[in-house]
């Protein structure tokens, strides 16, 4: 690439563009380009690489094997993880100690006594449970909806004498309504209304006498239902 210079020997920028032949421009543009080209490339695969290695963090496994899904909660140690497959539970239950430990905390027991007192001088051919998942006496045919309520549970749950259930009865304690608990009584409260079982809530401040009178009125709604 030559051309004209000035009269002192000098390359002036017009002769220098003037003396550019369209080759070299075709040319020098094609070198620009690949530059550019090869630039971005290592860019974007630097970035995606720091993505990769920031989503990884946020991933962990669910309990099938094959599925990953996004993992908000605190980190899980996979020691404290619940494990898949049932001979490492039996490995890890062997190998734990394990104590009993009461059904029903004090209040509850109060309510559980006081419930099965009301009901035997009623002379009603009823029976009490304690600690019944909802899952075990209600169904759904959403199945989604009957997850949300499967593993929930009752503290008392009053049956027939066909095993029908009839009343669930909650104890409220003092520090009872905090926090996400009484979204979770909305929640069973609502699915045992469809199912047509009552649900009765008992405070702390509740008696005897007050058990009795709403185990009364329940046998006047159940004797009034099946004369309907």
Excluded at 33 to 44: E, P, Q
Excluded at 99 to 109: D, M, T, V, W
Excluded at 125 to 145: L, N, T
Aim: charged letters at 25%.
């Amino acid at each position: 690439m030559t051309g004209p210079r000035t009269g002192d020997g000098a390359l002036t920028l017009g002769d220098l563009f003037s003396s550019i032949t369209p080759l070299e421009v075709i040319v020098f543009g094609g070198v620009f380009l690949t530059i550019i080209t090869l630039y971005n490339a290592i860019a974007s695969r630097g970035q995606a690489e720091r993505g990769w290695r920031h989503g990884r963090r946020n991933w962990r496994q669910r309990p099938h094997r094959d599925a990953l899904v996004p993992f908000r909660g605190p980190d899980i140690r996979p020691s404290q993880a619940v494990p898949f497959d049932s001979a490492e539970q039996l490995r890890l239950v062997m190998g734990a100690s394990f104590k009993k430990r009461s059904l029903l905390n004090r209040g509850e027991a109060r309510v559980f006594t006081a419930v099965e007192q009301a009901i035997g001088e009623a002379g009603l051919p009823w029976r009490v449970m304690a600690q019944v998942c909802v899952g075990e006496f209600v169904s759904s045919p959403d199945e989604a909806a009957f997850r949300a309520v499967n593993s929930k549970r009752v503290d008392i749950l009053i049956v027939s004498e066909s095993r029908q259930p009839i009343a669930a009865i909650e104890y409220q304690g003092e520090g009872h309504y905090q926090g996400e608990a009484p979204a979770r009584d909305a929640v069973k409260r609502e699915a045992l209304r469809k199912a047509g079982v009552r649900f009765i809530e008992i405070t702390h401040e509740h008696g005897p006498k007050d058990v009795s009178i709403e185990i009364a009125r329940l046998a006047k709604l159940v004797q009034g239902n099946a004369r309907n």
